[in-house]
């Protein structure tokens, strides 16, 4: 599998328990056609998410879940993407929605992983779509 995970800071004994089911998730989420390129999926803190979107998106706040494609490296092996999810936000959302940790991790590394393939949610018909398309792929775990 293409998705390696890696875990900053403090992360329950239950997430990194989930490791390969969440690399599996994301890679559904890549698809077929972008299944062997490499991508890092990576849990982090308030304060990581946040300094990465206000330096990457110039948006200086929180953020769930965040995703960037790299051009094309000559380099063998080199990643092709990288996810980043907030445990803190997660964690938040998952409370809100009356749902387990697990699951909103499973939800944001598969969104995470159809934003490296080219989905896009800008508007609330694609977000509807992308969000319907995130419950099919989560259906097949």
Not at 46 to 72: E, Q, S
Not at 86 to 98: E, H, N
Not at 102 to 113: D, K, P, Q, S
């Amino acid at each position: 599998m293409a998705v390696r995970v890696f875990f900053e800071g403090k992360t329950s004994a239950e997430v990194k328990a989930a490791k390969a089911l969440l690399a599996g998730a994301a890679a559904l989420g890549l698809g077929a056609r972008n299944a062997k390129k490499p991508v890092n999926l990576v849990f982090t803190g308030g304060p990581g998410i946040k300094a990465l979107n206000r330096r990457f998106l110039g948006k200086d706040r929180l953020t769930d879940v965040l995703a960037f494609n790299f051009p094309p490296s000559p380099a063998p092996g080199a990643d092709w993407g990288e996810i980043y999810i907030c445990l803190p936000a997660a964690a938040r959302q998952a409370k809100a929605l009356g749902h387990s940790l697990l699951t909103e991790l499973l939800v944001l590394a598969v969104h995470g992983a159809l934003h490296l393939a080219g989905v896009d949610d800008g508007t609330p018909a694609k977000r509807r779509a992308m969000n319907l398309r995130t419950a099919a792929l989560l259906k097949r775990l």
